[in-house]
């Protein structure tokens, strides 16, 4: 973590140089050529703010806010689990040619309902009951209601919200209503925004006016006051551009640091969305490779290997499972039959155990064909999947390039279908008999997947059953990694894709979180600190020592002997690089 943090640090200053440079290059240019004319500015409330920011420091890590202006209130910036602290200097990186598809025009919009003034008085006692409606675009389904403020015509609402955002390119409605108790509320007022009008990654403080209702043309026109919102748009697809970028050390850094099942299947959501799965699935596979020692414990681990392949099969391969033995599994549950083989659960006396051993082999052999004749149908990105795994296992243990797949194939895959349907969704009202028979099945097509024997008694006489069928495993896992054609990833919907960027950026941001930390620990032993902080230093070094040991020891070795370390160099960073 340690290095990968001084990578990503590095590749960042780097960026930056590169932008400083340009920058020289454009301000000579100006001051060689006569001064060109003013350009004519755009129109519209907020055309103050559409000009780009400029290029910030890389040791600035706090957005710059907005001057105030005369005659217009300024309001706090909404708190929050806001990911407008990314740090600038990030969200300004060149990626420009970068593809990320939908993502691109994705993000959230922070709104906070500050105040009114001067609303319409529409009660009889001179005051009002103020709320305001909201949505995005058309979509009047889904709008939010703020609270009541009742008898008042300067209404404090204080209040925040979070939109997901498909696209920039909508308007934001604001609706004012007077809540009444009889009859229908009354209309105040009408405000919309153009997104497209927000500087990225900043805060827009507006107030704005309320106009008539937009769907009726009304020619006289009234003061209905002003509505004060501050409004945060955050863009995911800088962030995303900078962890998905080719060989990104934020990338490995990443995959270094977090092995969560909440992780992996963000990861896969992400770079599935934006193209770079297969490649990032293929690092990090050949990573685990490397470090196993024995083709038996290949995968076996709580790894992020696992995790992605997990991930993979459940986002994209769950539809084809119904497809495929979804109806044997319900059949299976509601009309198990005669299928108990062993004598223990059986009643004394039971002559007929041959016959449920048949039966048991006949189903077996039924979902065998069931995910055999699924082949072509199989999602294509399951099969590549299948592909890099029998490459990057084969280069080091060949003998075991078929299991792997088998293992993911069925393991990781349809085995945990078969035991849980109803954890999937494909049954309901699992009962016990059902579910004794559908673990019975799991149990012989893991066995025949794994190339291995049974070591409970009752199940060993179907050890001839799994060497016989072998042979025919091993072709149809060989089958499942014949990829010839180019990997075309589904998409997936957006209100699956969008919580899983959110995840992803939130374990970014956790990064940046700690290497903010020990910058802060490290400031404590300066020159001047007095112990009350040193003390408190230590505490705090306590609690977060697991993240980056090796710069918590320095500074506890420092601490400790009560050193006085020498001036640091200007940057702060890459400090720990020379020490």
């Keep these: 973590k340690y290095r990968l943090l001084e990578e990503v640090n590095f590749e ?3 960026q930056m140089n590169k932008l400083t440079k340009k920058k020289r290059k454009s301000s000579n240019a100006e001051q060689a050529s006569p001064t060109p004319s003013p350009a004519p500015r755009s129109t519209g409330f907020l055309a103050n703010h559409r000009s780009a920011p400029e290029p910030v420091p890389v040791q600035s ?9 005369k005659g217009k209130k300024c309001v706090e910036s909404p708190p929050a689990i806001d990911f407008s602290e990314v740090p600038v200097a990030l969200a300004q990186l060149p990626f420009e040619n970068f593809d990320i598809g939908r993502i691109q025009h994705m993000g959230k919009l922070y709104i906070k309902f500050v105040e009114a003034v001067g609303v319409l008085a529409c009660d009889v006692t001179g005051t009002s009951d103020p709320y305001c409606v909201f949505y995005l675009g058309d979509d009047e389904e889904e709008a939010l209601k703020t609270s009541v403020i009742y008898t008042t015509l300067n209404p404090v609402w204080n ?8 696209t920039i390119a909508q308007l934001l409605n604001i609706y004012m209503w007077d809540q009444d108790n009889i009859g229908k509320d009354d209309f105040m007022g009408y405000c919309g925004i153009d997104l497209r009008d927000l500087i990225h990654g900043r805060e827009v403080r507006e107030m704005l006016k309320l106009s008539s209702n937009p769907k009726k043309n009304k020619k006289k026109e009234k003061d209905r006051g002003t509505l004060n919102l501050a409004l945060h748009w955050f863009p995911y697809s800088r962030i995303v551009k900078l962890i998905c970028v080719e060989d990104s050390p934020v990338m490995r850094l990443f995959c270094e640091s977090f092995k969560t099942e909440e992780f992996a ?7 599935g969305e934006v193209g770079c799965l297969m490649n990032i699935s293929e690092n990090i596979l050949k990573k685990e490779v490397e470090e196993t020692l024995h083709a038996q414990t290949l995968f076996r681990g709580d790894s992020l290997g696992t995790k992605l392949q997990k991930a993979v099969c459940h986002l994209y391969g769950l539809d084809w499972i119904d497809e495929t033995i979804g109806d044997l599994l319900r059949e299976f549950n509601d009309n198990p039959g005669n299928f ?8 004394p006396g039971y002559q007929n155990i041959e016959s449920n051993r048949n039966f048991l082999r006949g189903n077996v052999m039924r979902l065998i064909e069931a995910v055999e004749s699924g082949l072509e149908t199989c999602p294509i990105i399951i099969r590549q999947l299948c592909a890099t795994l029998k490459n990057v296992v084969g280069s080091k243990f060949p003998d075991a390039s078929t299991s792997s797949i088998g293992g993911f194939v069925f393991l990781r895959f349809i085995c945990p279908v078969i035991f849980q349907p109803d954890q999937f969704g494909f049954v309901e009202n699992l009962n016990d008999e059902g579910r004794r028979h559908l673990v019975l099945l799991a149990k012989i097509i893991q066995n025949i997947s794994n190339g291995v024997h049974f070591k409970q008694p009752a199940m060993q006489v179907f050890d001839t059953f799994v060497d016989d069928l072998l042979p025919r495993f091993d072709n ?3 089958n499942m990694a014949n990829v010839s054609e180019d990997v075309i990833i589904p998409k997936l919907p957006e209100d699956i894709l969008m919580p899983q960027i959110d995840v992803l950026i939130k374990h970014f941001m956790e990064l940046q979180e700690v290497d903010t930390k020990v910058d802060d620990l490290y400031g404590a032993f300066m020159p001047g600190c007095d112990e009350e902080r040193i003390i408190m230093a230590k505490k705090n070094i306590s609690m977060v020592i697991g993240d980056v040991e090796m710069r918590f020891r320095r500074l506890y070795a420092i601490a400790d002997a009560q050193e006085v370390p020498k001036k640091r160099k ?8 020379f020490t």
Excluded: G, H, I
Excluded at 159 to 166: F, I, K
């Design 476 to 478: 149809f896992l060989n």
């Design 61 to 69: 890590t706090q957005s710059e806010m907005p001057k105030k202006k």
């Design 340 to 347: 108990e083989v062993d004598e223990t659960r059986l009643e």
């Design 12 to 14: 960042l200053l780097k």
């Design 159 to 166: 209040e925040e919200y979070v939109l997901n955002c498909t």
């Design 570 to 577: 200007k940057n702060r960073r890459l400090d720990w690089v």
């Design 265 to 271: 299947r963000a990861l896969v959501s992400v770079c």
